[in-house]
Every structure is written in C-alpha cells, then in structure tokens.
C-alpha cells in the first residue's frame, strides 16, 4: 500500500514518460506540417528545453530524439547535394548531346528513347527511397515514444551522438 509521500511519486513518473514520449512523437509536426521549416527539430527542442533540467528521463529522451533529428537532417543534406549534382551533371551532359535545333547527336550513345524513361525511373527510384524513409521515420518514432512510456530511453538506429545520452 502506498503512502500518501509515495503516490506523488508514482504520478510524477507516469507524467515524466508520457512527456518523454509526447518529445519523441512531437516530430510528426514537420511530417504533417512539411512547410514549417525544421518543425521535426524544433518541436522535440522546445519541449526537452522546458524540461531538461526538471527530470534525467525527459533529458535522456530529447536528447535521443534531438541526435535522430539533427542526423537525420544532415543525411537528407548529404543527399540532396549528391541529387543535386547528379541531376546538374545530368542536364549538362545531355546539352552537350545536342544539335543546334534540339536533337540529340547521332553519335551520342543515349537515344531519345532513353531519355523520358530514364527521367521517371530515376524519379522512381527517388520517390521509392523517399518511401522506404518515411516508413522507416514513422516506425523509429512509434517504437521510441513505446520505449519512453515504458520507462526506457531508446537508442535510434544511424544516430549520430551530437548530445550525450
């Protein structure tokens, strides 16, 4: 049985891994609201910045949540650049394919039956990567903010410790 000191204690834990799991979830506000820029970083930051020095499990938490954020903000970085370039390099070296009236040079080893289908499979293939991240996002969330209502800290898989958890 518990005594009237020890039942605050109960409640405040409860609260404490609900609030964990509300940081990790509060992500979701840059997947639904995409125009709000770093929404999925922000969200988490201001909720762990109310709490972070009230209780270790909510610091441990946003701290874990925040390194997911921030790498993966710095992943999708990585890859928009090489996009970037592929597709740069792409454009270029299909001007460099071309005759003064738009058609391609016979002589080039790309047909212009090559170029439409290759423009949507790369797409595809972008949108399909795109696909399997968000996927993948969405789990990672659920499975963290499951683990903080638990009591537990999760550890996000390709987290990079920018925050020491």
């Not at 696909?131 to 638990?150: E, R, T």
């Amino acid at each position: 049985m518990y005594t009237e000191n020890q039942q605050p204690t109960a409640n405040s834990q409860e609260k404490n891994t609900s609030y964990a799991a509300i940081i990790h979830l509060s992500s979701f506000i840059g997947v639904l609201v995409p125009f709000i820029p770093f929404a999925t970083i922000l969200a988490p930051l201001i909720l762990w910045l109310i709490k972070k020095d009230e209780d270790d499990f909510v610091n441990k938490n946003g701290r874990s949540c925040l390194n997911f954020e921030i790498s993966l903000m710095l992943y999708s970085f990585i890859v928009f650049i090489i996009l970037a370039i592929l597709g740069i390099t792409s454009v270029i070296s299909l001007g460099l394919n071309m005759n003064s009236d738009n058609s391609i040079l016979s002589s080039s080893n790309v047909g212009e039956e090559f170029i439409i289908p290759s423009i949507f499979g790369g797409l595809g293939i972008f949108l399909l990567f795109g696909l399997a991240l968000l996927i993948f996002y969405v789990v990672v969330k659920i499975k963290a903010a499951i683990k903080a209502s638990n009591g537990e800290v999760y550890r996000y898989p390709l987290a990079i410790s920018f925050f020491k958890v």
